[in-house]
């Protein structure tokens, strides 16, 4: 993979950035409540490539705007994924121990915190990304921000395909069920990631329109370059359990087309994501980098 000047020192510092960013919006751990926040900033603080935040802002940069607007919804996503986490580790789910090399919410809370501390995880998303009207009151483009955040979030996104994944899990599955699947339990985030930089950025709708089918490209890469790992890579690498598609009876791309095809499939989705933000005219050299590297990473 090919990358323009110093990618992975600059990838560092824009994800070291959008860590302190993170860790500024977090819930104080205090009154009776603490054992809760505690529970959520467990999740929060265990690493984690931070790549929704960074894609949030760099799409920001792509189309100019206040970067200062963006850090509560650098967090808020962040937090909207950490809490899929948490719950996707359930007994009732997919009865996982470690995530990001530690073990799990659950495994370290308890069950029931598990359950609450994800919700709350949720919510607090939502707060976070509301006090942004403290920075700019009755600003249009926070409202329609917010707005993406939800949509992509829930029954018609990442809960949606969440729920469907559930549902079929162990169960023979098409191509168009897999595909709903990845484009929404997946897809969605990055999508809510790129677009609500693009707003606050200032997007016009055509160009909102091209960053959506960018990040619904890249999502699915994503996700297909996750099937792959979990087959090829070791546990220390990806810091959680491998294998564990086949323990849980998944079906996947590797399972559907065998791992060549599925990296073949992966390849040409990121160089659709690539062909769309072209068209916008704009430059973020280091966006098409990180792109690029999300559909070919190696853990």
């Known amino acids: 993979m090919e990358h323009y000047g110093n990618f992975k020192e600059e990838l560092k510092q824009k994800t070291d950035h959008a860590e302190k960013v993170i860790r500024l919006w977090l819930p104080k751990e205090e009154g009776f409540a603490k054992t809760m926040a505690e529970a959520m900033n467990y999740s929060m603080c265990a690493g984690g490539k931070r790549l929704r935040p960074v894609l949030l802002l760099e ?32 007994p009732a789910i997919d009865n996982d121990d470690y995530r990001r090399g530690r ?16 919700a709350a995880l949720l919510n607090y998303a939502y707060e976070t990304m509301f006090r942004a009207f403290e ?13 993406i955040m939800a949509e992509k979030t829930g ?4 809960l949606g395909g969440q729920s469907v994944d559930v549902e ?26 790129m677009m609500t930089g693009a707003v606050l950025g200032g997007a016009e709708k055509e160009e909102l329109a091209l960053v959506e089918s960018a990040a619904s490209n890249i999502g699915l890469a994503f996700q297909i370059r996750d099937d792959i790992l979990d087959v090829t890579a070791t546990s220390q690498e990806l810091g959680k359990p491998v294998h564990s598609d086949e323990k849980n009876n998944k079906v996947t791309y590797v399972t559907l087309f065998g791992i060549e095809e599925a990296a073949r499939q992966a390849e040409e989705l990121s160089a659709r ?24 990473r190696r853990k």
Request: net charge negative; charged share 25%; no cysteine.
């Open 135 to 147: 920075l700019a009151p009755g600003n249009e483009r926070v409202i329609r921000a917010v707005r």
């Open 273 to 296: 994501a690539v062909a769309y933000l072209e068209k916008l005219n704009r430059k973020n050299e280091f966006l098409m980098a990180l792109i690029k590297e999300m559909a070919g």
């Open 155 to 158: 029954i018609y996104g990442m």
């Open 103 to 118: 073990l799990t919410t659950h495994k370290v809370y308890g069950e029931a915190m598990g359950v609450l501390g994800g």
């Open 168 to 193: 079929n899990d162990g169960k023979p599955l098409t191509k168009e069920l897999l595909d709903y699947i990845y484009e929404h339990k997946t897809a969605a985030l990055l999508e809510a990631s």
């Open 59 to 90: 799409t920001l940069r792509l189309f100019g705007g206040d970067e200062k607007l963006a850090e509560p919804f650098m967090a808020g996503i962040e937090m909207i994924h950490t809490h899929s986490l948490i719950h996707d580790d359930l």
